[in-house]
């Protein structure tokens, strides 16, 4: 089993890099956010899961220890395939992956090319209670979980007109520049990540 790989990167693609490991051109296929933090020349590491089939033995590449987790988790569902496991996290975080999942969103994977409501639904009854990425991990991509004020503050952001994504990233960027933001009452929660929106330019608004 191959579970990391190290080497100068040849080629990146639209769906997988090939690494130059001691002479051995290495495809690995990553999702756009892994493949966006390569660079040709560069030297990579990329932790690493192989499927092995009767006809294929073939690498997928992740930027971190979650991402691999999340993947390997997914191909436990029923109907799961790596070609879904890697658009899922094309789609969402890792972390956003374990929140639906604890959250019963089934919403959420249905915004994955290839999942229908149906199989939302087998992910998140199928991986209920064993997909838990670590505190750490947890706390670092999702400062903002359990905040009593983050779901209003969410509502509002998106009834404004910013994806739900970019009202996430937001409201956790406030919280990491702002310690103390957490206990703060709703109004003036908003106003701040309001007013980190308009410094950015209003990034993602539609």
Request: aromatic content about 4%; glycine content about 10%.
């Amino acid at each position: 089993m191959i579970a990391s790989l190290t080497g100068h990167v040849t080629h990146v693609g639209l769906e997988s890099v090939i690494l130059d490991v001691n002479g051995f051109g290495m495809l690995v296929r990553a999702t756009a956010r892994t493949l966006s933090n390569l660079r040709t020349g560069s030297t990579a590491t990329l932790l690493t899961s192989m499927i092995v089939r009767e006809d294929s033995m073939t690498l997928y590449g992740f930027a971190e220890p979650a991402e691999r987790e999340v993947f390997e988790m997914m191909l436990s569902v029923s109907g799961i395939g790596p070609r879904i496991a890697l658009a899922v996290l094309s789609v969402h975080t890792a972390t956003e992956v374990e929140r639906a999942v604890a959250t019963g969103d089934d919403k959420a994977f249905t915004k994955v090319p290839g999942i229908g409501p149906k199989s939302a639904r087998r992910i998140v009854l199928e991986l209920a209670g064993k997909l838990i990425l670590s505190e750490g991990q947890a706390e670092e991509n999702a400062p903002a979980q359990g905040i009593a004020w983050k779901p209003q503050v969410m509502d509002a952001l998106t009834s404004l007109g910013w994806s739900e994504k970019d009202a996430d990233a937001a409201i956790d960027a406030y919280v990491q520049h702002n310690p103390a933001a957490e206990k703060e009452a709703v109004g003036v929660a908003l106003r701040g990540v309001l007013a980190s929106l308009g410094a950015q330019n209003t990034v993602g608004r539609h």
